[in-house]
């Protein structure tokens, strides 16, 4: 008997976080979550997401201020009746916290294949010399 490979995983209940995610079990007041990786590269904070299914035009919106990334994406169920769906649709949205030194005049988006790419400019780094501050008395 053959039996399926197992797969490894850091936590001990993976499915645990599938259902939270479960709009059932859920709590979310402002909407579904929205799924991002995120890294820098040429000098830039590259922020991906997953977003099938939406209409960048029409759907998406990204707005920058206070050194916050917001994604606001809202996806309208068709018309059809299926007799089981597992798809989520309503109001998507996530905000991230930018690094210090994004460059938030520099920020540049795409869309392909269901994932949202944006781009921040980076300014360059300057490593700050710390000093000793004094306690007064």
Do not use: C
Not at 31 to 51: F, H, K, S, T
């Amino acid at each position: 008997m053959n039996l399926p490979e197992r797969r490894e995983s850091r936590f001990p209940f993976p499915e645990v976080f599938d259902w939270i995610e479960h709009p059932m079990f859920g709590f979310r007041p402002f909407g579904q979550i929205v799924r991002i990786e995120d890294y820098v590269a040429e000098g830039r904070y590259v922020l991906r997401a997953e977003l099938p299914g939406l209409d960048p035009d029409k759907d998406v919106e990204i707005t920058v201020g206070g050194g916050v990334l917001h994604i606001r994406a809202e996806k309208s169920r068709k018309v059809t009746e299926p007799h089981r769906s597992e798809f989520s649709y309503g109001s998507l949205s996530r905000s991230v916290t930018l690094p210090a030194t994004a460059k938030t005049d520099d920020v540049k988006a795409t869309y392909e294949g269901g994932v949202l790419e944006i781009s921040i400019g980076l300014a360059e780094d300057k490593k700050a010399e710390g000093r000793r501050i004094a306690i007064e008395h």
